[in-house]
């Protein structure tokens, strides 16, 4: 069972540490010890800005699907895990025969389950084809559009649905279309975030380099229609869809080491590691294609926004919404 001291505690402001002292390489001096502590058809692709990208309804999801970003979707699976108590879900589910994984990435999430779960059929869900080709027996993956409609001639008895921020475009249908597709008395989970950082310590500066790039994506991702700020919202659209049993819990993620308390610490180092790795990813679609910004000049605020993220001197977070309900 997962240690409950380990459950951030969403409305309390997170402590500072305060033997930090802030330089240009403070963060890396961090990541470098905690990288060494760590050790070491469908199918053509488009490429753009140098990145791979999804072919199945290309364009529908602005981010890219090389190796680069699979290892870095493996950093986020194991951040939202580590982030919400050690746990793949918060369901009180027990034994479901059928488990859908929307938006399975790498599918590390429905084979990790598959260990939990040996006697469940788990079926993983994805624009693109990047799942692992090695699965348990019971684990399969389809490259489907779930804002298309659903052809699963059974239910299931529990859906699992993550990081799908910034990939919707009707958010309510979407929810509601989980709801009709699991059994009586099945579970659906929804994991998301609120895109816009937070600080408590006003850090986070509305005229700093990382604000404002993070209003530009949260401003195209709008502008196609795609909500990239769920999580608050997730609550309100789940009862709305006909669950009972509704559960809302809420998280702080930081980014960054700049927790005193040693388990925020490290997840704070697994989200500043993926957002860093990130970084060309989350903007260069979303930046030159809607926001009509010229590459050069894309490239050029992501130095500065690399650069301030390592000074240590932004103590900033997510806030991660998990909401699971009952049909």
């Not at 598959?114 to 006697?119: E, M, R, V």
């Amino acid at each position: 069972m997962a240690d409950p001291s380990k459950e951030p505690q969403a409305d309390v402001a997170i402590e500072i540490d305060s033997t930090i002292k802030a330089s240009d390489s403070y963060v890396d001096d961090q990541l470098s010890a905690f990288a060494t502590s760590l050790g070491s058809s469908v199918l053509d692709y488009p490429t753009e800005h140098g990145r791979r990208y999804h072919a199945y309804r290309a364009g529908s999801y602005p981010m890219p699907n090389d190796e680069a970003e699979q290892e870095r979707l493996d950093m986020t699976h194991h951040l939202a895990v580590l982030g919400t108590g050690d746990k793949l879900f918060l369901s009180p589910i027990s034994e479901p025969k059928r488990i859908l994984d929307i938006g399975t990435g790498t599918g590390v999430w429905a084979v990790e389950m598959a260990s939990l779960f040996p006697d469940a059929q788990i079926l993983g869900n994805d624009l693109s084809a990047i799942s692992p080709r090695w699965v348990p027996p019971k684990v399969e993956f389809e490259i489907d559009d779930v804002e298309s409609a659903w052809v699963h001639t059974k239910p299931f008895n529990f859906i699992f649905s993550r990081y799908m921020a910034g990939s919707i475009l009707d958010w309510p249908k979407y929810v509601k279309t989980v709801y009709d597709n699991l059994s009586p008395d099945g579970w659906a989970e929804f994991q998301d975030y609120d895109g816009r950082w937070m600080s408590d310590d006003g850090s986070l500066r509305e005229d700093g380099a990382v604000w404002r790039w993070i209003d530009g994506l949260i401003t195209a991702g709008e502008s196609l229609g795609r909500d990239p700020k769920p999580g608050p919202k997730l609550e309100g659209w789940v009862k709305e869809a006909g669950f009972k049993n509704v559960v809302c819990q809420k998280f702080k993620f930081p980014i960054g080491p700049w927790p005193k308390d040693a388990h925020l610490k490290t997840v704070g180092l697994w989200n500043i590691t993926q957002v860093l790795d990130g970084l060309e990813g989350f903007s260069l679609q979303l930046y030159c294609r809607v926001l009509g910004w010229p590459e050069e000049e894309v490239r050029e605020m992501l130095t500065k926004v690399r650069q301030d993220l390592k000074s240590g001197t932004i103590r900033a977070y997510i806030e991660y919404y998990v909401v699971y309900g009952q049909k």
